[in-house]
């Protein structure tokens, strides 16, 4: 029997009980892919790191994330919550580099008492990977009614900043509103896409620029508090629909308050020439609870 060391944080909050929830392994050196994802299932949270010696000794560390699910390749509040809890462990300082399955992710933290802020910049840049499902599909799928999803410059797209979404434009009180119809979500033929995420602007807070919801019955998450990863391909979705001035947009994402779990979410968008050049996300990360957990 091997033990091993684990930590949980709650991310895109700054407070306990709210936002993401996320389990890191801080040394996962001697376990398996399989182990892992049966480790993940058991947690059974939206996310679980497993945190490894980096391939190039530059870096802080190797990091492989799972869903209950399957692995990603790149996702957001496992990279937030992964960096923070790295730091507090080992006392690092300054810009720390993790190597992620879609590529080194630079991720800049600031600790506090109970925890930290961290951004990372993604080396992916938004692009639109393929066509949406119907808009008659997808109605259907998070049970509103016709007419709901915006069909116009906001149409339905695909879209991915190293894992792809498809993102959804309805009213605010349609999004507060959805929930999965399980007998029609298969027919939307989500292959290789995590999930769908429906926005729209403004929210709960005065600040928030968006309010939205993610679903990804796929990956084992009938609807997550607050996703990083779509976060970072959005602005994909907001070029593509409508313009965006040359210069820096700042975005707080709001996500999770029909779950009971509130999360804000930092966006830095720069635009050049009409197109983005670069996304940063960021937020905070709670530290919840260590533990051994044993295989």
Request: glycine share 12%; charged share 20%.
């Given at each position: 029997?091997?033990?091993?060391?684990?930590v949980?944080?709650?991310?895109?909050?700054?407070?306990?009980?709210?936002?993401?929830?996320?389990?890191?392994?801080?040394?996962?050196?001697?376990?398996?892919?399989?182990?892992?994802?049966?480790?993940?299932?058991e947690?059974?949270l939206a996310?679980?790191?497993?945190?490894?010696?980096?391939?190039?000794?530059e870096?802080?560390?190797?990091?492989?994330?799972?869903?209950p699910?399957?692995?990603?390749?790149f996702a957001?509040?496992?990279?937030?919550?992964?960096?923070?809890?790295?730091?507090?462990?080992?006392?690092?300082?300054g810009?720390?580099?993790?190597?992620?399955?879609?590529?080194?992710f630079?991720?800049d933290?600031?600790l506090?008492?109970t925890?930290?802020?961290?951004?990372?910049?993604?080396?992916?840049?938004p692009?639109?990977?393929?066509?949406?499902?119907?808009?008659?599909?997808?109605?259907?799928?998070?049970?509103?009614?016709?007419?709901?999803?915006?069909?116009?410059?906001?149409k339905p797209?695909?879209?991915?900043a190293?894992?792809?979404?498809?993102?959804?434009?309805?009213?605010?009180?349609?999004?507060?509103?959805?929930k999965?119809?399980?007998?029609a979500?298969?027919?939307?033929?989500?292959?290789?896409?995590?999930?769908?995420?429906?926005?729209?602007?403004?929210?709960?807070?005065d600040?928030?620029?968006w309010?939205?919801?993610?679903?990804?019955?796929?990956?084992?998450?009938?609807?997550?508090?607050?996703?990083g990863?779509?976060?970072?391909?959005?602005?994909?979705?907001i070029?593509?629909s409508?313009?965006?001035?040359?210069?820096?947009?700042?975005?707080?994402?709001?996500?999770?308050?029909?779950?009971?779990?509130?999360?804000?979410?930092?966006?830095?968008?720069?635009?050049?020439?009409?197109?983005?050049?670069?996304?940063?996300?960021?937020?905070?990360?709670?530290?919840?609870?260590?533990?051994?957990?044993?295989v």
């Amino acid at each position: 029997m091997r033990a091993y060391d684990f930590v949980t944080y709650d991310v895109f909050t700054s407070r306990r009980f709210a936002g993401n929830q996320l389990a890191v392994l801080l040394d996962a050196e001697g376990l398996s892919g399989e182990e892992m994802q049966t480790i993940t299932r058991e947690f059974n949270l939206a996310e679980s790191t497993f945190v490894l010696p980096p391939e190039n000794p530059e870096n802080i560390a190797r990091v492989r994330i799972f869903t209950p699910g399957y692995e990603m390749p790149f996702a957001g509040h496992p990279t937030v919550g992964t960096s923070v809890a790295l730091a507090k462990a080992r006392g690092l300082a300054g810009p720390l580099k993790l190597e992620l399955k879609a590529g080194v992710f630079t991720v800049d933290v600031k600790l506090s008492e109970t925890g930290g802020f961290a951004e990372f910049k993604n080396p992916n840049l938004p692009k639109e990977n393929g066509a949406a499902p119907s808009v008659e599909a997808i109605e259907k799928a998070l049970s509103l009614p016709p007419g709901s999803v915006d069909t116009g410059d906001h149409k339905p797209r695909r879209v991915g900043a190293g894992v792809d979404f498809v993102y959804v434009r309805a009213p605010l009180d349609q999004v507060r509103a959805a929930k999965v119809n399980s007998a029609a979500w298969d027919a939307l033929g989500l292959d290789e896409v995590v999930g769908v995420y429906l926005y729209s602007e403004g929210g709960e807070a005065d600040d928030a620029s968006w309010h939205v919801r993610m679903f990804a019955p796929g990956a084992g998450i009938m609807e997550d508090p607050a996703t990083g990863a779509a976060a970072a391909g959005f602005p994909g979705q907001i070029a593509l629909s409508q313009k965006l001035e040359d210069g820096e947009h700042r975005w707080v994402i709001e996500q999770g308050f029909e779950m009971g779990r509130p999360s804000r979410i930092n966006a830095t968008v720069t635009v050049g020439n009409g197109a983005v050049s670069a996304v940063r996300i960021g937020g905070d990360a709670v530290f919840v609870q260590k533990g051994q957990i044993f295989v």
